[in-house]
C-alpha cells in the first residue's frame, strides 16, 4: 500500500482552502468570509495576492494552514484537474470533498509519524490497519472517503495515539 501524498502542494490544487472555510475576522484573519466564498485576496489564477504579507495583513491562520495534500488530491484525483473555475457548479462538490479528505491525510500524517516509534507488534498491527482503513483503493469520488469503514478508522484514530502516548520519545 502506497500513502498518498500528504504535504500540500498548491501549484497542483485549485485553491480550495481558500474557498472551503469561512474566516472569522480576528487575529487570524483579516476580514469576515462564508464557507464556500472564495476568499477576496484570491487571483484569478488561483495564487493569494497578498501571499507575501499574509502574516502583517493579518492571516495569520493562512501561514498556519497545511491541507495535508488534500487539496492537490481532491483537484486531481477526485475531479482530474478540473476547478470550480472552469465549471462553477463543481465549487461545492470540490469543497466538500475537501472537508472530507482533510481529516482522513491529517491522521494519516499522525499514523506516518507513529509507524517509525518503536511500538510493540499488537500497537504496529494496529497502526498498519488504521492506515490502510484510511487509503481507500483506487478512490474515485468523495463517497469512497464517506464509506463507513474509512469514517470508523478516522474515528479511532484519536484513541490509537492516546494508546502510543508512552512510546513517544518526549513522552515524560
Not at 488530491?73 to 470550480?84: A, I, K, M, P, S
Not at 494519516?108 to 487509503?135: D, N, S
Request: include cysteine.
Amino acid at each position: 500500500m502506497t500513502l498518498p501524498e500528504l504535504k500540500e502542494d498548491c501549484s497542483r490544487c485549485a485553491a480550495l482552502c481558500c474557498v472551503a472555510y469561512p474566516f472569522e475576522a480576528h487575529e487570524d484573519f483579516g476580514l469576515l468570509k462564508a464557507a464556500d466564498t472564495p476568499c477576496p485576496n484570491l487571483a484569478p489564477d488561483f495564487r493569494c495576492s497578498i501571499h507575501s504579507g499574509l502574516a502583517k495583513c493579518g492571516f495569520g491562520g493562512c501561514v498556519a494552514y497545511s491541507c495535508a495534500g488534500a487539496g492537490q488530491r481532491v483537484t486531481q484525483d477526485l475531479f482530474e484537474g478540473e476547478t470550480w473555475q472552469d465549471d462553477p457548479d463543481l465549487l461545492p462538490h470540490m469543497t466538500h470533498a475537501l472537508r472530507v479528505v482533510r481529516p482522513i491525510h491529517e491522521a494519516l500524517l499522525v499514523l506516518k509519524e507513529a509507524a517509525g516509534l518503536p511500538l510493540p507488534l499488537e500497537l504496529q498491527t494496529r497502526c498498519a490497519e488504521l492506515t490502510r482503513a484510511l487509503c481507500p483503493q483506487s478512490p474515485s469520488s468523495v463517497w469512497d472517503f464517506e464509506e463507513e469503514d474509512v469514517q470508523a478508522a478516522l474515528a479511532a484514530v484519536p484513541e490509537f495515539v492516546g494508546s502510543i502516548a508512552p512510546f513517544a520519545p518526549d513522552h515524560a
